[in-house]
C-alpha cells in the first residue's frame, strides 16, 4: 500500500514497475518501465471482456496499441468487430482501422492483432470519417476500483480520448475499459487527477471484473490550454482540429499563449511578398495550377493561393498526399504532382487558405521523410 502523504503520479507509477518485475509479474517487452506493462496473464485477463454486455453490444471498439491488450485486439477481430487502434504517437492521424484479409485464419488473425499486424493490415481512419466508437480499451499503469486511472505520464490515451469527444466519436456514455494485472490496482487519491484526465468503467484482471461505477465526468474536449507549440508541431491531426474549433468560436489559446489566435475565418493582411501585385493578374491559363505552379522561375508565377511541397519520397504517390491532406482537413482546389522532382504544389481558394494549409501541414510526414512546406512564392523567392 502506498503512502497517501505528498504521494505523486509518478511514484504510483515506479512502485507498481519497480514490484511487478521484482515479483516477476512482467511479461514481454521488459523491464516494464516507461511502458503500459505487460503483464503475465494479461490473455487471460482479455478474456473476461467477453462476459461484458457492452462487448457484446459493440460495432465498433477502439483499442491503444499496447502489447497486454493484444488479447482485446484479438477478441475483437474473432467477433467481426470493428478494430481501430491509435497511429502510434499520432504523427500521421488518430486511428487505423485494422483490416484482415478475406478469408483470414485465427493466425492471421493474431498476427493482425499484434503491433507488427496493425502496421500490415491497416488503413488510416481521417478526421472527416464518419466513427462512432461503442467501446474504448486502454492501457494503464495505476487503477483503482473508483476508476481513477493513471498511464505512462505522456498522456497520449487521455489526449486520444479527448479528440474523439472533439470529432462526436464517443459520447459521455461510451464505456471506457482497461485491462491491468491484479497489482496494479491500488489506492489512488483523487487530488491527483486533472479535468483531461480520462476516468474507467470496467476493470479487468486475470481474477477479477470490476466495474467501478465512477461518476466523475470524463474529459469534455481537448483542453487547449494543456497542449502547447512543441505537441502541435509534432502531432498535425492536433492542427486540424484546433482550426475546426476555432472556426466553431471555441476558445483554442494554446498553453503559454496569453492571446486568442486570429480567427482563420477572417481575411488576413498578406505581406507583400506573399501576395498578389496588380501586375501579377494571371490570364485565362493561371486557372490550372500548371500554369500558375509548375512553371520554372521566370516563365510563370506561383500566386498567392500555392503551396509548395517538397522533399516527397521517391516512392511516394500522388495518392499518398491525397490522403494525408484529406486526413488534416487541407484538401486543395486542385494539386500538381511533379513526383520526379520530388515536388507538388496546391492550390487553394485564396491566400489565407493557402497560409492555414502551411500552419496545418508542418511536419507532415509521407514515410520517414518530413515533407517541407511553403507559400509557392516564397519557395521561388528562395
Known amino acids: 500500500m502506498l503512502p497517501r502523504t505528498d504521494v505523486s503520479k509518478q ?17 514481454f517487452p521488459r523491464p516494464v518501465h516507461h511502458r503500459i506493462p505487460n503483464f503475465k496473464g494479461s490473455y487471460l485477463a482479455c478474456q473476461n471482456l467477453k462476459d461484458l454486455d457492452v462487448f457484446a453490444r459493440t460495432q465498433e471498439v477502439k483499442v491503444d496499441p499496447d502489447k497486454p491488450l493484444e488479447g482485446v485486439r484479438l477478441l475483437a477481430l474473432q467477433n467481426k468487430k470493428t478494430l481501430l487502434v491509435p497511429t502510434p504517437r499520432l504523427r500521421t492521424g488518430l486511428f487505423n482501422k485494422i483490416t484482415p484479409p478475406p478469408g483470414a485464419t485465427k493466425d ?27 467501446l474504448v480499451v486502454v492501457g494503464s499503469v495505476a487503477v483503482s476500483e473508483k476508476g481513477w486511472r493513471i498511464g505512462k505520464g505522456e498522456g497520449y490515451a487521455d489526449l486520444e480520448y479527448a479528440m474523439m469527444v472533439s470529432m462526436g466519436a464517443v459520447s459521455k456514455e461510451t464505456p471506457v475499459v482497461t485491462i491491468v494485472h491484479d497489482c496494479q490496482v491500488v489506492d489512488i487519491p483523487e487530488e491527483l487527477l486533472e479535468e483531461h484526465d480520462i476516468t474507467v468503467d470496467y476493470i479487468l484482471t486475470p481474477t477479477r471484473v470490476i466495474t467501478t461505477g465512477c461518476e466523475r465526468p470524463k474529459p469534455m474536449g481537448i483542453t487547449w490550454s494543456k497542449i502547447s507549440r512543441e505537441m502541435m508541431e509534432k502531432i498535425p491531426i492536433l492542427r486540424s482540429l484546433r482550426a475546426r474549433e476555432q472556426q466553431a468560436g471555441k476558445d483554442v489559446t494554446l498553453q503559454g499563449e496569453h492571446q486568442h489566435p486570429p480567427d482563420p475565418g477572417r481575411q488576413q493582411t498578406v505581406p507583400p511578398s506573399a501576395g498578389r501585385r496588380p501586375q501579377d493578374t494571371p490570364g485565362p491559363e493561371a486557372n490550372s495550377v ?18 509548395y511541397v517538397g522533399n516527397l519520397p521517391r516512392d511516394a504517390r500522388v495518392s499518398d498526399l491525397k490522403r494525408a491532406l484529406r486526413e488534416l482537413g487541407s484538401v486543395p482546389l486542385q494539386l500538381t504532382w511533379e513526383g520526379r522532382q520530388h515536388r507538388a504544389f496546391l492550390h487553394y481558394q485564396d491566400s489565407a487558405a493557402a497560409q492555414r494549409a502551411v500552419s ?13 512546406v511553403a507559400l509557392a512564392r516564397q519557395q521561388r523567392d528562395k
Open 11 to 27: 511514484d504510483i507509477r515506479e512502485h507498481i514497475w519497480d514490484y511487478m518485475e521484482s515479483q516477476n509479474l512482467a511479461d
Open 108 to 134: 492471421i488473425l493474431r498476427k493482425c492483432a499484434t503491433s507488427q499486424g496493425v502496421r500490415n493490415y491497416s488503413v488510416p481512419i481521417g478526421l472527416d470519417s464518419r466513427v462512432l466508437v461503442d
Open 290 to 307: 500548371e500554369a500558375a505552379c509548375g512553371s520554372p522561375p521566370g516563365e510563370g508565377a506561383p500566386l498567392a493561393a500555392d503551396v
Open 360 to 372: 496545418c501541414l508542418q511536419g507532415l510526414c509521407l514515410g520517414t521523410d518530413t515533407l517541407r
